[in-house]
């Protein structure tokens, strides 16, 4: 149910507007997706490969695939790098070339059964217990890439059970499951809580600079918000009548 519920939001949010951001030919996504887009070209993370698709000429072709030999979970694009979150590591790979990623680094500090967010120089990681990874921590990660070929920890923030995120200017959304959302102001490296919604069961979340859609396990909703002063404005949603077995 949330992965129709999350390939819906997707559809509805980022299809039309892909240009959040001054990387303007990458698409939007939620950090537990498995699918990226660079330039006119498609890459998606299927276990143990990532699979690299051409969409020029409105063509959708298969170019290469490649075996990284490890459970690769979730994709983001930032520059000319793809960030992997696997099972044992984030991952990072040159994309220098669109059709031909190339392995970078290895950041061995991330367990990651959790997702990985990028913006700029910096990637913001969760981890949490609970899952196959099951680390007995429950923590935000930023992380320093200005050199992908060296990342450095520079932040650690305790959270409660942290999953899905996403980030906008210093904004950041961080969804704990039944615990609901944190809305995060992270400037300068640092981590200020300001506000949060416990009534909802969050699942990931997509933002753009003044909306952002929430996926959980009660549907999907929109928000309108602002950062200071700290508000948020529910715009609509879209309820899932849960079956009973």
């Given at each position: 149910m949330r992965i129709r519920i999350f390939a819906l939001a997707l559809i509805l949010f980022s299809c039309s507007d892909a240009n959040m951001s001054s990387d303007s030919t990458q698409g939007t996504g939620g950090?537990?997706?498995r699918f990226a887009i660079k330039d006119s070209y498609l890459y998606i993370v299927t276990g143990f490969t990532i699979n690299v698709y051409s969409l020029n000429a409105g063509a959708f072709n298969e170019v290469n695939s490649?075996?990284?030999?490890?459970g690769l979970e979730t994709i983001q694009a930032n520059g000319d790098f793809l960030y992997l979150g696997a099972n044992d590591a984030m991952y990072i790979y040159s994309i220098?070339?669109?059709t031909k990623p190339e392995f970078v680094f290895r950041y061995a500090h991330i367990v990651?059964?959790?997702p990985v967010v990028v913006q700029g120089?910096?990637?913001y990681v969760t981890l949490r217990t609970g899952n196959a990874c099951n680390l007995g921590v429950n923590m935000l990660e930023i992380i320093d890439?200005?050199?992908p070929y060296s990342p450095q920890l520079i932040k650690q923030h305790q959270m409660t059970s942290p999953g899905g995120l996403g980030i906008s200017g210093?904004?950041?959304f961080v969804c704990e499951g039944v615990n609901g959302l944190k809305m995060l102001n992270v400037a300068n490296d640092?981590?200020?809580e300001l506000l949060e919604l416990p009534e909802v069961n969050a699942y990931d979340v997509i933002v753009k600079p003044n909306s952002f859609i929430l996926t959980g396990e009660d549907g999907i909703f929109q928000y309108d918000y602002t950062c200071d002063p700290p508000v948020l404005t529910l715009v609509s949603s879209i309820p899932v009548q849960r079956a009973d077995f």
């Open positions: 950090s537990l997706t490649i075996t990284i030999g490890f220098a070339d669109r990651s059964c959790d120089n910096r990637a890439i200005s050199n210093t904004c950041l640092q981590v200020t």
